[in-house]
Each structure stands twice: as C-alpha cells, then as structure tokens.
C-alpha cells in the first residue's frame, strides 16, 4: 500500500517555472514506476511524465518535451517534476502516480495503481 501527497503547485506567470513535489508512504517506493499526470477542466487526465524505478528511464509528453524534467530520489521517497518556460495551456491539476506493477518508464495511464490528490498550476498569459 502506499500513499501519495501532491505539492508545490501555485499561480505563475507564462514564462516562469514552478517544481512539484510527490512524497510516498510505504517501503517499496524504490521499485515502482512513477508518473505525473494532468487533467484540465473539462479535459481528461493526460499523461505528462514517467520515470522508471531506479530512475534511469524517463518518458515525456511531446508537449513538455525539453520544458519539463521528471526526478526522483528513493532516500528520501520523492519524486519531482520540475516545469520551465511554463505556458498557460500547463494550467492543470497536476496528479502524481505510482505503479507497484510495473518499473518501466514506458506504461500508460491506466497501469498507476496509486495516485495523489492533485495540486493546482494556473499559468497566466
């Protein structure tokens, strides 16, 4: 069982950067997949960036491809998504996740068996 908490949300100006926070509960964290999701009002979640478990394999949306740069630190049971030149179509709620079945960066949405409560990102034009 683990247990995700979202941070590091908050309002930005276009152009600025912001650098979310996930800390997890549980003693396997260091084998699971983790992954940052978004979903916009009136959209559906969308995946914006996955890392492998040891941290060797990332995977990024083609739309926060070279803006955004996924993370983790399996000491302290963390994982970060650090955002760059931050767009108002970044205006979300952005969702960490973890999978315990898998390790692979390269899985979809639907393989996260753990998911935090969201935090916020507005980006103003």
């Known amino acids: 069982q683990a247990q995700l908490v979202d941070s590091g949300g908050g309002l930005v100006q276009a152009g600025g950067s912001l650098r979310l926070s996930c800390a997890a509960s549980g003693r396997s964290f260091s084998s699971y997949t983790m992954g940052w999701f978004r979903q916009a009002p009136g959209k559906e979640r969308e995946f914006v960036a996955t890392i492998s478990a040891s941290g060797g394999e990332t995977h990024y949306a083609d739309s926060v491809k070279g803006r955004f740069t996924i993370s983790r630190d399996n000491a302290k049971n963390s994982v970060y998504l650090q955002m760059n030149s931050l767009k108002p179509e970044d205006t979300a709620v952005y969702y960490c996740?973890?999978?315990?079945?898998?390790?692979?960066?390269?899985?979809?949405?639907?393989?996260?068996?753990?998911w935090g409560q969201g935090t916020q990102v507005t980006v103003s034009s």
């Open positions: 996740a973890a999978s315990s079945y898998y390790s692979s960066a390269y899985i979809s949405r639907y393989q996260f068996n753990y």
